[in-house]
């Protein structure tokens, strides 16, 4: 990493030491899921003058994903994107207007072309010819169809420009649909979330930068990094789904001493995110929609967010524990040796103790349910 280059970065990042430097690197590397010796090159793709072009397209939404990157209460964040890449159009933020603002982009695509990365935000509505979205009096999908020929990435930020979002929800009269699915046959990495964490763009954008290839994907087109976990496998509540005690009521004592909040619609039993890992907004722990004590709504998940009703019950995957979780009941005595009461209660304890608890458990409240707690 040259020195010059990191002076300039260290700057902007509030006179970021080089130490405390390595260390955000060796942090994106493990967030990633990459071994931490690739620090040094993301190091380098960071502290690189050359920046990728990004043309930011803003269809059917509102905003919000690009306001939530670049408002952190932090402004590491912001730095780190603005600096990571060359924000060369985006409509919220752009400084010209009107046909000043096109030409721009015109010359950019041009220059660029096979080089920038497209970013998709908000839905793409494909009803009637598209005319209920028209940007500089042209259909939106018509300026998405043709600049993502030409570029050489395309990242669906959001989950509108994901899968459609609420704008594709039921009845979805604008025929909205997300850039996977509008641009068949090209492949597009989709960050959703409402918004979404702009670590998993910034991480998205880092692996771009550093290996010159995008991550690797589920069957849904998400970075595996960011979404390859259930909500409920790291959610800091979920010790009491485990021991089967629930709000049931907002403001009741349940909710009040922070139980699972499962009977109240949380829908982290079928979303795959990392939201309970990596938090928002940078001001510690609980910065998370069920951390502040509102259920999960799904919304990094297609299918759940946007399409079944706030405080319907969610499906449940599995409701075996993380392993790393103690357990919930443990057996007294019986002749076993220590080593193997330990065996069982790594072993048994945690994955049968838990998962037959909470199903026994929830089946009781349910035949119960008389707004009262399941404990
Ligand atoms: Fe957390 Fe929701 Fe799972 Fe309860 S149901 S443990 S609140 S993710």
Redesign the pocket.
Known sequence: MADNNFDAISKKLNNISRRDFMKFCTVMAASMGLPLEVAPQIAEAVTSPKRPPVIWLSGQGCTGCTESLLRPTHPSLEHLILDLISLDYNETLNVGAGHQAEEAMRQSIEANSKQFILVVEGAIPTRDGGVYCMVGGRPFMEIVRETADKAAAVIAIGSCASWGGIAAAEPNPTGATGAPEFLVGKPVVSIPGCPPNGYNFLSTVLHYLTFKKLPDLDAKGRPKFAYGRL??EN????P??DAGRFATQFGDDGHRQGF???KLG?K??QTYANCPSILFNEVGGGAWP?GTGH??FGCTEQGVGFAMPLHEQ?DLKFITPAADHAPVTSDRGGGVSAAAAALIGAGVGVAAGAAAMTARRLAEADKNDDGGEAS
Request: hydrophobic share 30%; with cysteine.
């Open positions: 909500i409920h959610c800091e509540r979920r009491h789904f699972c909040l499962y949380c982290g039993p069920v259920p999960c969610a």
